[in-house]
């Protein structure tokens, strides 16, 4: 059974400060995914990544994908406060069944 | 484009009755797939469908369907409600069933057991 780990849960951050998220998983995954989550709110998706080696980015989040380690890393580049969220990585077994870790909580303080 | 539209957005049940949640995709996805969010047990997956086909599901007892129809839009059903079953769940599409498309989520349906 594919489990995901999160961590940190919880993340305080300075404004201008770098930090990363590492999303660990069990088993042979195809895909990995991170969303964001703000409060009260749906999901957005904010990576999908295939293949070993595989590094997105996108304004001041950068994710990478490690297969032979089974580790995923969202890196936050200088912390601004509309960062603050919840984010989620998920692994897939069997195409489309997700199993998500339990989230990080990103406060950005000024 | 309209987004992926869940109804209804809030509903309030009472224990043992039944809810059905409905889905639209955006136009032309054909892929759906459910999720259930609670503050105990996290993100869990429910369904996914394709082309009226249930792909996968997830480890849910059997008070929990779902079914795709032939315009792609889906609906859960959850039978004989518990309190536990009062979360957030949430629906999603995309184009296809491949590994690199993007998944994009509805607003959600809170539901809440009383």
């Known amino acids: 059974e594919l489990k995901v780990e999160q961590n940190p849960l919880f993340l305080s951050m300075q404004e201008g400060k770098n930090y990363t998220i590492y999303c660990n998983y069990s088993?042979?995954?195809?895909?990995l995914y991170w969303y964001r989550q703000d409060p009260g709110k749906s999901l957005e998706s904010l990576f999908v990544l295939l293949s070993n080696g595989a590094v997105k980015q996108e304004g001041r989040l950068m994710a990478s994908l490690d297969t032979k380690a089974r580790l995923s890393t969202l890196h936050i580049t200088a912390a601004v406060h509309d960062l603050s969220a919840t984010y989620f990585c998920a692994a897939n077994t069997n195409a489309g069944k997700s199993t998500f870790g339990d989230g990080t909580t990103l406060t950005v303080k000024p | 484009k309209a987004g992926v539209t869940q109804t209804p957005r809030y509903l309030i049940k009472t224990r043992g009755q039944q809810v059905t949640l409905s889905c639209s995709p955006i136009s032309g996805h054909r892929s759906v797939s459910w999720y259930q969010q609670t503050p105990g047990q996290g993100l869990q997956f429910l369904f996914e469908y394709f082309s009226e086909t249930q792909r996968n599901k997830g480890n849910f007892p059997g008070r929990f369907s779902g079914r795709q129809f032939s315009n792609s839009r889906s609906e859960m059903n959850v039978s004989t409600l518990e309190l536990g079953d009062s979360a957030l769940y949430l629906c999603?599409?995309?184009?296809?069933?491949?590994?690199?498309?993007?998944?994009?989520f509805g607003e959600g349906s809170w539901l809440t057991v009383v």
């Open positions: 999603a599409s995309s184009i296809g069933t491949g590994a690199g498309n993007t998944i994009y």
């Open positions: 088993t042979t995954s195809d895909r």
